[in-house]
């Protein structure tokens, strides 16, 4: 009979059953390894390690709750678990995980440290800590290579999303899966042998298959330190010692930790996090959607349709003609083979979305909608033709969207006779990739058409932000300040591919003038005429644009636009070049040399600054806000954590005098914001000015 009294209550509990010692853990936040957590564990390995009677351990969760590591809030909340790694090791009697459920990070890394692995069907493991800059310090990147090779070690760090229980047994992570992997574990116990992975050699792979995993992971990487650091000491671990390869992964650690790219990784997950929270929102229950339609199935309206469909919603999409809605079909048809060929898709759920799809030029076929949107090309009569019409048809209750990039949903909102169904809903292209997605609250918008609009999106597989009604919303607008400073640049003696290579090197995906070639010159060139009439005529204005449209210089399209393109690759324009020669020689401007972080610093200014205006007229309810929308929809780097954040990371006040240079080049619309002015003087941020707002709640 055992002498050991079973500690209960807690959130770490052990007893015995026979010859077995069971420690149950039960971490909040999901299973967080809080201080309080780890000091139990450590007491409850070390009683039942003193136990005579016991023969095997077995450290178990609560079901559906294994370890998830440590908070990554704050260093306070940071637990070093090197002690009880390095006690479960150290433990004569062999030890167990039962793990029922995530073991993510350091979780896993106890579970490695441990002699056998038996998960129930629901567990899953990873590293996912990577992704957020945060290396593994616990042996994560000695153990795996010597459980399951390098190559498959490789792959796991680089994986984006932990691995499913079937997945982790059939690389080798799991031993066993059973229902209820305690009583199997506690059945074993007296069979499993010590087996510490320390002492093991690493498996011989294949060098040409380890390559390839080392060239996929630093790909899937993108620039992620903490990733490319942990895959290049994997790929080493044959070469060198236990130790060693520990003291490497922990030197990587504190290296990386609380780097700058670490803290904007973080950052953006709770920004995500405090964007699900819109103040005023918490007690408002969102309208039933059912049954949804979109009007209009062009490249937009089909990858709305598809993102409908497969979030398991019947859509009916309506479109003018029957030659149109034929098109329309074969459109969304080409997105669905396409998700199946590449594996996203299965053919079960395919066939399933097919049969919830109608496509139609019949009008009545929508009255029955909850919800509406609107897919139409960018023409404000368009649309308040077609909202006539739904005001019309559609039921009472029943929520009216426009997907609009610019135009004044306000205006589109009191056209459709039903101002307060009706917000905005920006999709951005492809609309079934792209993750982001503005929400637009009009003046009239009722708080639970908001609410639904949140709701949807949240449904749909997308993060959805707030903004208020003005020219661009949040991001177009500031865009176009990044789009027009950029021009300045080039005008005052920047070239183009100056400019897109000091961006890209600050680590935007393609830089301005790539991307105008890429959606064509000609979209800017007709918004820029229809603003026309409105701008104000002390708003310096840069006619070069204009004067390559007028050429038939639109872009890739045409094969020519801000590069000439060569074999499908864009070189330097002799003809471009005379034309931005011609305008400065016209306005008398002195060329000037930029270098690429005069370039990176300007743009990062203008951005930041009108942000701050945005956030000062209430379009936006947060910096973070402001800094996912770029993030997610315009390739602002993510390692930079979005130009609000990154203005905090330089400094308001460097900040601040970069856009008065601007201001002093840029003219009207480009002078300091009101709100950057203040926190700059006040030697503050944009983070704390949030903070103050409680807008984070």
Not at 150 to 170: C, H, Q, T, W
Not at 441 to 459: E, F, H, I, N, Y
Request: hydrophobic share 45%; aromatic share 4%.
């Amino acid at each position: 009979m055992s002498k050991l009294n079973a500690h209960e209550g807690g959130p770490v509990t052990w007893s015995v059953d026979g010859d077995a010692g069971i420690i149950r853990i039960d971490a909040a936040n999901g299973g967080a390894l809080s201080p309080d957590v780890a000091c139990l564990l450590a007491k409850g390995l070390r009683e039942l390690d003193g136990e005579s009677t016991i023969g095997s351990i077995i450290v178990a969760g609560v079901p559906g709750r294994f370890l998830t590591g440590n908070d990554i809030d704050a260093s306070d909340g940071d637990v070093d678990a090197a002690a009880i790694v390095a006690q479960i090791e150290t433990i004569t009697k062999p030890v167990i995980a039962a793990i029922t459920g995530p073991a993510i990070d350091v979780g896993l890394e106890i579970a490695l440290a441990c002699d056998l692995r038996i998960a129930t069907p629901s567990a899953t493991a990873g590293l996912p800590g990577l992704t957020l800059g945060v290396p593994p310090r616990h042996g994560a990147t000695q153990r795996l290579p010597r459980l399951v090779g390098i190559a498959k070690a490789i792959d796991l760090i680089a994986a984006p999303k932990p691995l499913s229980a079937e997945a982790a047994l059939a690389v080798g992570i799991f031993d066993r899966i059973e229902p209820d992997a305690v009583q199997v574990a506690v059945s074993l116990g007296g069979t499993v042998l010590k087996d510490r992975l320390s002492n093991r050699s690493v498996p011989a792979g294949d060098a040409s298959g380890e390559k390839h995993s080392v060239d996929a992971a630093v790909k899937r990487a993108k620039g992620i330190g903490a990733i490319e650091r942990s895959v290049s000491l994997i790929a080493d671990t044959a070469s060198m010692t236990f130790e060693e390869g520990l003291s490497r992964e922990q030197a990587n650690y504190k290296d990386l930790r609380y780097a700058p790219e670490a803290k904007a990784l973080r950052y953006l997950k709770h920004a995500e996090a405090w964007a699900r929270t819109e103040p005023g929102m918490q007690r408002v229950d969102p309208r039933k959607v059912e049954r949804t339609a979109v009007v209009g199935a062009g490249t937009m309206g089909s990858g709305i349709a598809y993102s409908l469909l497969a979030a398991g919603l019947p859509v009916v999409v309506l479109e003018q003609s029957a030659d149109a809605a034929i098109a329309g079909r074969n459109r969304i048809t080409e997105i669905l083979l396409a998700q199946q060929k590449s594996g996203r898709l299965s053919d079960t759920k395919s066939a399933e979305m097919v049969q919830h799809l109608t496509v139609t030029e019949n009008w009545d076929a929508v009255r029955d909608a909850d919800l509406v949107i609107e897919a139409a090309f960018e023409d404000i009569g368009v649309k308040a033709a077609i909202f006539d019409k739904l005001d019309k048809l559609v039921k009472q209750g029943a929520v009216l969207a426009t997907n609009t990039s610019y135009l004044d949903v306000d205006e589109i909102a009191q056209m459709s006779g039903r101002p307060a169904d009706m917000v905005g809903l920006h999709f951005f292209s492809p609309a079934h990739v792209m993750r982001l997605l503005e929400v637009v609250q009009g003046d009239k918008t009722a708080p639970d058409v908001l609410a639904t609009a949140l709701s949807l999106g949240c449904r749909i597989g997308k993060l959805p932000i707030v903004a208020r009604v003005c020219d661009g919303f949040i991001g177009n607008r500031i865009f176009a300040i990044y789009r027009r400073h950029a021009e300045y640049l080039l005008e005052d003696g920047a070239s183009p591919a100056e400019i897109d290579s000091a961006l890209r090197a600050y680590g935007f995906a393609m830089g301005p003038f790539a991307v105008s070639d890429m959606s064509g010159l000609d979209i800017a060139f007709a918004m820029r005429k229809r603003r026309a009439a409105a701008r104000d005529p002390n708003e310096r204005y840069v006619g070069i644009p204009d004067i390559l449209c007028k050429d038939g210089r639109l872009g890739r399209k045409t094969g020519a636009g801000w590069y000439d393109y060569v074999d499908g690759k864009p070189v330097a324009s002799e003809m471009v070049e005379r034309v931005i020669s011609a305008e400065r020689q016209r306005l008398n401007v002195t060329p000037q040399a930029f270098s690429p972080e005069q370039i990176q610093r300007r743009i990062l200014a203008v951005m930041a600054n009108e942000g701050a205006k945005v956030l000062e007229e209430g379009i936006s309810a947060r910096a973070s806000d402001i800094d996912l929308v770029f993030v997610h929809g315009y390739g602002f780097p993510r390692l930079k954590g979005g130009p609000m954040f990154a203005a905090d990371h330089i400094g308001l006040p460097r900040i601040l005098a970069e856009v008065k240079e601007a201001a002093r080049v840029g003219g009207v619309g480009s002078e300091p914001s009101a709100l950057l002015v203040q926190l700059a003087r006040q030697g503050s941020t944009f983070a704390a000015w949030q903070r103050e707002s409680n807008h984070e709640r």
